[in-house]
């Protein structure tokens, strides 16, 4: 994105309806971020031309402190023993552009094989949520059974990680990679620095835990503690025939979570629709001979 235009000297014209010369986006910057700061508006309005850096020989330094930075990016990534590229495309044909780079390939090893393993579990999950006809209370299920494993795996970490710490000795002997403790100092603010002198207890105190606990805490974030909400909206969607009785139980949960939306009607209205959905769905099984609906947009286009 170029920085200069065709009129990029002299004060920097702040308001926007007067704002009919190109002043090039750097000082267009400047001047919508100075309309709502008010130090850098005095500042940008206050006495002196050559306390401002915002001359052209600024803007030309800051284009070249850009080179500067992105060269040393590539230089780096060029001499990094690992890299990835990610590409993200929009609408408007706008594409950016993400590198990561790792200077440390045996913790690109040791995060491949503890990936492998944790998402290894997480998988039927995936799967389960996934699916065109997925049932949310048994997903739910599922992800309490796969909390449950992971925390009796976490409890004995020690010996979770000796096994997985063997397939990483063995995939960096194959490819000449020497997995090396890391120099550590007496105190360190700002990186792991555990005190510990065994390789294997380093590299499960500093990568295999805190991703293991990271995993976990992200599982019961995203489904222990909306289990009523998740019930509540299966709610919506009728279960066997034989269950057909019980059907609204969880509507109570739903509508109680969001009773402060503005766009709801009330809980009565609610119900009142809720119970008339019902009666639909039961006229339509038992007198009719249609089927339930099995997931959300059959339901969608009988719901009227």
Not at 269 to 277: I, N, P, S, V
Request: hydrophobic residues 40%; proline residues 3%.
């Amino acid at each position: 994105m170029p920085l200069r235009a065709h009129r990029d000297n002299g004060p920097v014209n702040i308001k926007l309806k007067d704002d009919k010369i190109n002043q090039g986006n750097f000082r267009a910057v400047l001047a919508y971020r100075a309309r709502a700061d008010g130090n850098l508006k005095q500042m940008l309005r206050g006495e002196g031309q050559r306390n401002k850096y915002i001359s052209p020989g600024i803007q030309n330094d800051i284009a070249a402190s850009g080179k500067a930075i992105i060269d040393d990016i590539v230089c780096r990534i060029n001499k990094a023993k690992a890299f990835s590229i990610l590409a993200d495309e929009t609408a408007d044909i706008s594409i950016s552009i993400g590198v990561k780079y790792y200077d440390c390939i045996e913790k690109v090893i040791l995060a491949i094989i503890i990936v492998q393993h944790l998402f290894s579990y997480g998988l039927p999950l995936s799967k389960s949520l996934q699916s065109k006809n997925i049932d949310v209370i048994a997903a739910l299920h599922q992800a309490c059974n796969l909390t449950t494993v992971l925390e009796k795996m976490r409890a004995a970490a020690d010996l979770e990680f000796k096994k997985l710490f063997r397939k990483v000795q063995n995939l960096a002997s194959d490819h000449d990679v020497d997995i090396q403790l890391p120099r550590l100092v007496n105190k360190q603010c700002h990186g792991a620095n555990p005190k510990v002198n065994d390789l294997e207890e380093y590299y499960r105190i500093t990568v295999f835990m805190l991703f293991f606990d990271s995993f976990l805490r992200t599982l019961m974030e995203r489904f222990q503690a909306h289990r009523n909400l998740f019930s509540g909206f299966s709610s919506l969607l009728p279960p066997s025939h034989e269950k057909l009785q019980t059907w609204t139980d969880g509507l109570d949960s739903l509508i109680t979570y969001y009773e402060q939306d503005d766009m709801l009607e009330g809980k009565t209205a609610l119900q009142a629709k809720f119970h008339l959905w019902y009666q639909t769905i039961e006229t339509d099984f038992v007198k009719n001979k249609i089927c339930l609906p099995s997931n959300s947009v059959e339901a969608l286009t009988r719901c009227n």
